[in-house]
């Protein structure tokens, strides 16, 4: 979203903004079961767990509304914690490989968002680096 503002600020034609949002990372405690903690507030450790995702939920849907498929989100699940504000070089490094290796997953999938992404910047678009 402030990218998005920045974009705006800088007097950018609306049509022409496109926006790519590397998620920095959720932890799953159980992946088959990825709302097991939703809702329960028993201590307030756990807070996090429900208003951060709501609070990014909506940024997202309101991103899409604005922007359609020039909006892309793209999140990372890792399989450990990662606490906020670890700036530890091995915990950058290993964050670093997760995102290369789910960009090549990305990639390789039928899906393939990365091509959507391109596809998007078609049209001619100026590009603000925020």
Do not use: C
Not at 16 to 23: M, N, T
Not at 44 to 58: A, D, M, S, W
Request: avoid cysteine; charged fraction near 25%; hydrophobic fraction near 35%.
């Amino acid at each position: 979203m402030a990218a998005y503002e920045k974009a705006i600020q800088y007097n950018a034609e609306k049509e022409k903004i496109s926006v790519l949002s590397l998620g920095t990372g959720s932890y799953i405690p159980d992946s088959l079961n990825p709302s097991q903690y939703r809702g329960n507030l028993f201590l307030t450790h756990y807070l996090h767990k429900v208003v951060l995702p709501q609070q990014e939920n909506n940024t997202d849907r309101l991103m899409y509304s604005l922007l359609d498929n020039r909006y892309q989100r793209w999140q990372v699940w890792f399989e450990e914690p990662v606490e906020f504000g670890n700036y530890e070089e091995e915990n950058i490094h290993n964050i670093l490989e997760l995102g290369h290796q789910y960009i090549e997953e990305l990639d390789a999938s039928d899906n393939n968002p990365i091509n959507k992404l391109v596809e998007s910047f078609e049209k001619k678009v100026e590009i603000f680096n925020v």
